[in-house]
């Protein structure tokens, strides 16, 4: 028995020496070898055999603009690697090389092969104009700003096959930007939806003439904020289209003026696909170049409550009643108006200010805030903690102002109100003999405030027996236990794995659904896949559909055919329109399949 241990604590040991002494494999790959310049690919450096990277420092490589997007470690029962993943565009056209690079392993260098690629250049379109414009070019740490993508076509969108705009003021890791306020909703008349920078923006679209031609024009805007302080030369924007000729698309039983290709789904399709003999001409569009200055915010007179607010605001407050018991929650509502970006304004932290948090319990989440109109209103829960307090006292909100250069404060007026003592006898109004009574103040309990009731009926003593009472104290925690689980199963779900959630409710919020017209149908039949397979509403596509789930031919036949409706009903108005309830009857028809599918996985 000992010499078969030995023997196989050895022939173990052989084994893991073996596994250790086995090299890691490490691989460079792009997915092609041919592109466009100002095209974006994938470029991917996989290590196999162990997860202990270095990665390599590819911010600048000559010939290309380099964005990492991925780095992640892999790790199963028995192998181990490492994934790293960047997204590279050809800024020249021609041959190009992809250099080496070192990459250390378990303390040790590895170099990665080099990768030759071929860049076309493509042609410039006269009827093509891309332009960015800045609402300043001269801005402070803080400070937002306007900036606005305007792409003019006299090529009908529908005619395109794919679009690629990379905008690099989005990708400048000193600014960060978010949407205004009053954005364009998806999923209406008048919008599309177009790839930027690897998100997805929904612009307005409208028709005009030009020079007595027809021109479409792609607008949307984004509020940006600087992070940091300098002198920033931003290189321009690119929009990179596949374009189908009309007479490359002639056959037999089709006349030229009565071509219509059919409108992509968002400008998404495989930008390289050839389908049949069908050639696709490709151009590009460039834009102005963008100048931004960004100064530091002065440290002379800045407010010790200063929390980021650059720009010139007014500040008001109201109450839900100016008459309240102590103990009971009062609703505050905050409103922020006369600011030129009021997505970007948050609350101020209410809890840290002596004036509030020495009167009122205050919870520690806070609102997100609502728009009525420009005016951004945040709603604050108060609490008064004594009978004493007698108003609530001005909200301060302190702002830099950028005109004037000095800090200034806005601030509401105080709000007088009455605090009476809780209608039931509570701990609140209990008064104890000693040398110096407690002082009545309500303490945060993450129980909530009770009422300690002292009602007679309530004291008298049980007439139950106590193997009663002990059966009693045992089933009825259990029941109420069992009882609050089945009760609350879905909101559980809803916070703990929201994803799932409403792929569960998905299917009962489409047959919930208005679906009178196209509109709303297309609204819902998007909203139920985007909840069902986790993507964007207003922004996947047919592919992105394919991607998540498996569907038979026929199911994705059905797919195609709804969703060119509803991009046939927004782009061509002027053409007749689908059969709403043979479109809907389709879509029932799909969801069938999907959710027959789901049960399978």
């Known amino acids: 028995m000992l010499v078969r241990l030995i023997l196989f604590s050895l022939i173990f040991i052989f084994v893991s020496n073996a596994q250790e002494a086995k090299e890691p494999i490490v691989q460079a790959q792009v997915s092609a070898k041919s592109f466009y310049m100002g095209q974006s690919f994938t470029y991917t450096i996989l290590v196999d055999g162990s997860n202990k990277v270095k990665p390599p420092y590819l911010n600048k490589v000559p010939g290309f603009a380099v964005k990492k997007l991925e780095e992640r470690a892999l790790s199963s029962a028995n192998k181990t690697g490492y994934v790293l993943r960047y997204d590279m565009i050809p800024l020249e056209s021609g041959k190009l090389t992809i250099p080496s690079f070192p990459v250390e392993v378990n303390g040790k260098a590895f170099e990665t092969e080099e990768i030759a690629i071929n860049a076309q250049k493509p042609e410039a379109h006269p009827g093509l104009k891309l332009s960015i414009l800045v609402s300043q070019n001269e801005v402070y740490v803080g400070e937002p700003f306007l900036m606005t993508f305007i792409w003019e076509s006299e090529i009908p969108l529908f005619t395109l096959k794919a679009v690629d705009v990379k905008l690099p003021l989005l990708q400048e ?8 306020f009053n954005a364009s909703a998806g999923g209406s008349k008048g919008t599309i939806g177009l790839p930027v ?30 992070r940091y302080s300098g002198e920033f030369e931003l290189n321009p924007a690119t929009l990179l289209c596949s374009f189908i000729p009309p007479e490359n698309t ?24 050839q389908t049949g003999d069908v050639v696709y001409k490709r151009y590009v569009a460039t834009s102005n170049k963008v100048s931004i200055k960004v100064k530091d915010l002065p440290i002379d007179g800045k407010p010790d409550d200063f929390y980021g607010v650059v720009g010139k605001c007014e500040v008001n407050t109201k109450v839900s009643s100016v008459v309240v018991e102590a103990g009971a929650p009062l609703h505050v509502d905050i409103n922020i108006s006369s600011f030129d970006f009021p997505a970007t304004l948050k609350l101020p932290d209410l809890s ?11 919870p520690k989440s806070k609102s997100s805030g609502e728009y009525e109109g420009s005016t951004k209103k945040f709603t604050q829960t108060l609490r008064a903690l004594r009978t004493d307090v007698t108003a609530i006292p001005p909200v301060r909100v302190p702002y830099f102002d950028p005109k004037t250069g000095t800090y200034n404060v806005a601030q509401s007026k105080e ?7 809780a209608g039931k006898v509570t701990a609140f109004d209990a008064e104890l003999s000693s040398e110096t009574n407690l002082k009545n103040r309500l303490l945060n309990s993450p129980h909530g405030i009770r009422h300690n009731s002292l009602e007679t009926q309530k004291m008298s003593q049980s007439s139950m027996s106590l193997p009663t009472k002990v059966l009693c104290a045992l089933l009825i925690p259990l029941v109420l236990f069992i009882g609050f689980l089945v009760l609350t199963s879905n909101h559980r779900q809803k916070i703990h794995n929201y994803n799932a959630f409403k792929a569960k409710k998905a299917k009962s919020n489409f047959y919930s659904s208005s679906t009178s017209d196209i509109s709303l149908l297309e609204k819902a039949t998007r909203k139920y896949f985007a909840d069902k397979l986790n993507l964007t509403a207003d922004a996947h596509t047919t592919e992105d559909l394919y991607k998540q789930i498996n569907l038979p031919k026929e199911a ?3 797919i195609k055919e709804i969703y060119e409706a509803f991009n046939h009903h927004r782009f061509n108005e002027e053409k007749p329109q689908a059969d709403i309830a043979h479109l809907k009857s389709k879509v029932e028809e799909v969801i069938q399949d999907v959710e027959g599918e789901l049960k399978n996985v």
């Open 173 to 180: 890791s000193a600014f960060r930007s978010i949407l205004p």
């Open 197 to 226: 920078s690897n998100i997805r923006m929904i612009c307005s679209h409208e028709i005009f003439q030009k020079d007595q031609k027809r021109a479409e024009i792609l607008k949307f805007q984004k509020v940006v904020i600087p």
């Open 250 to 273: 002639k056959t037999k039983n089709q006349k030229n003026r009565n071509w219509r290709p059919s409108y992509p789904s968002y400008f998404n399709n495989d930008f390289f696909e």
């Open 352 to 362: 840290k200010l002596s004036t509030f948090n020495r009167n009122f319990s205050i």
């Open 415 to 421: 709000i007088p109100i009455t605090v009476k003592p």
């Open 556 to 558: 994705k036949e059905k």
